[in-house]
């Protein structure tokens, strides 16, 4: 069964600062990884995914992947108050007709003005 | 443009109560559609998935059912609440590979 590990757990950082969010996967034959965004009471929104090793950027968001190291990291510069919210990374497998997302427990993200 | 569309919004029910909560997609015809709980500073995990009207899978037991009676609908029940089901209940649909989830449904079970 999939395991998702994400840290730091939670993250204060001043406006205009780097947010670097890390995720562990356990199954190395996993297809996408996506991070979702998710703010106190609402569902999540996708933000960026990555299938292949490398990096992959869109925006403000970069993200890295490390298959031989079953890691993935989220990256966001010049972060603004409006960031803050929970981080979830996702692992995607499919198995016969089932498309399912198997979740970390979130990293919580603070941005001060 | 495709909608999701959440009811209620939040419930407070008693242990040993019946519960029904419901999604509709609107936009999208033969949607994949999924109920994904997320337990009160737990981790959110999927619990059903539907392909076609009439066809439910369960992937967690938790003493809860799921049904879609229609293309679009999709409901959650359960004949006897316990306080372990409260939290936090989402619908979601994907097309192929991105999973978009509705605003959720907030159950507190006493």
């Known amino acids: 069964q999939e395991k998702v590990q994400q840290s730091p757990e939670s993250l204060i950082v001043p406006e205009g600062a780097m947010v670097s969010l890390n995720c562990s996967f356990s199954?190395?034959?996993?297809?996408s990884i996506w991070w979702y965004q998710q703010h106190p009471g609402k569902g999540p929104k996708a933000l960026i995914?990555?299938?292949?090793?490398g990096n992959k950027k869109e925006g403000r968001l970069t993200v890295y992947l490390n298959r031989a190291s079953l890691h993935v990291s989220l990256h966001i510069k010049d972060s603004q108050p409006s960031d803050s919210a929970v981080y979830l990374c996702?692992?995607?497998?499919?198995?016969?007709?089932?498309?399912?997302?198997?979740f970390g427990k979130g990293t919580l993200l603070t941005v001060t003005p | 443009a495709q909608t999701i569309h959440q009811w209620p919004v939040a419930e407070i029910k008693a242990v040993g109560s019946p519960l029904s909560l419901g999604c509709t997609i609107k936009?999208?015809?033969?949607?994949?559609l999924y109920w994904y709980w997320q337990a009160t500073g737990g981790t959110l995990q999927q619990l059903f998935y539907?392909?076609?009207?009439?066809?439910v899978e369960s992937v967690v037991q938790l003493n809860l059912s799921a049904s879609r009676p229609k293309d679009d609908q999709f409901i959650l029940s359960t004949e006897k609440l316990l306080l372990s089901h409260s939290g936090f209940y989402l619908c979601?649909?994907?097309?192929?590979?991105?999973?978009?989830f509705g605003k959720g449904t907030r159950l507190t079970v006493v």
């Open positions: 995914s990555i299938f292949s090793n």
């Open positions: 539907s392909i076609t009207v009439g066809q």
């Open positions: 199954d190395s034959a996993s297809q």
């Open positions: 979601a649909w994907s097309p192929q590979t991105e999973v978009f």
């Open positions: 936009g999208k015809s033969s949607p994949n």
């Open positions: 996702a692992v995607s497998n499919s198995g016969g007709s089932n498309y399912k997302l198997t």
